[in-house]
């Protein structure tokens, strides 16, 4: 059973910081992609960054974020990461961990969010002054 159970969510203001991080358990196969999902008020789901299992160094970030968010991944210790700088209040959103587990997520597929088939619960990020 894959589960993906995300934390540090909360507030901050626009210019500050936030970190989330995912608990990553149960795939005993591996993950072929993993990521981090976005859905802003009245929007739909996007995937805003993802990494590819293999080539963890050629990570995915959608435009509105790149250049200011950072995802990683400690294999040792089965978590994932996003390492949020200089927020805008257009970030605010519910943020899910992601993963994509026997699917056929690739390198240029990583912001295909039908080929993720494990979601988190999500967690809330507020910007606002």
């Known amino acids: 059973q894959v589960r993906l159970v995300e934390s540090g969510g909360g507030s901050a203001q626009p210019g500050g910081s936030l970190k989330l991080s995912c608990a990553l358990a149960?795939?005993?196969?591996?993950?072929?992609?993993l990521g981090w999902a976005r859905q802003a008020p009245g929007q739909e789901r996007e995937v805003i960054a993802s990494?590819?299992?293999?080539?963890?160094?050629?990570?995915y970030y959608t435009d509105s974020v790149n250049g200011r968010f950072t995802i990683s991944r400690d294999s040792d210790r089965n978590t994932l990461t996003l390492e949020m700088n200089s927020l805008k209040p257009e970030d605010t959103g519910t943020y899910f961990c992601?993963?994509?587990?026997?699917?056929?997520?690739?390198?240029?597929?990583?912001?295909?969010?039908?080929?993720?088939?494990?979601w988190g619960q999500g967690t809330q990020v507020t910007v606002s002054s």
């Open positions: 990494i590819f299992g293999t080539s963890p160094d050629l990570p």
């Open positions: 992601v993963a994509a587990v026997g699917t056929r997520c690739s390198i240029a597929t990583l912001n295909h969010k039908s080929l993720y088939n494990y």
């Open positions: 149960g795939a005993d196969q591996g993950y072929k992609c």
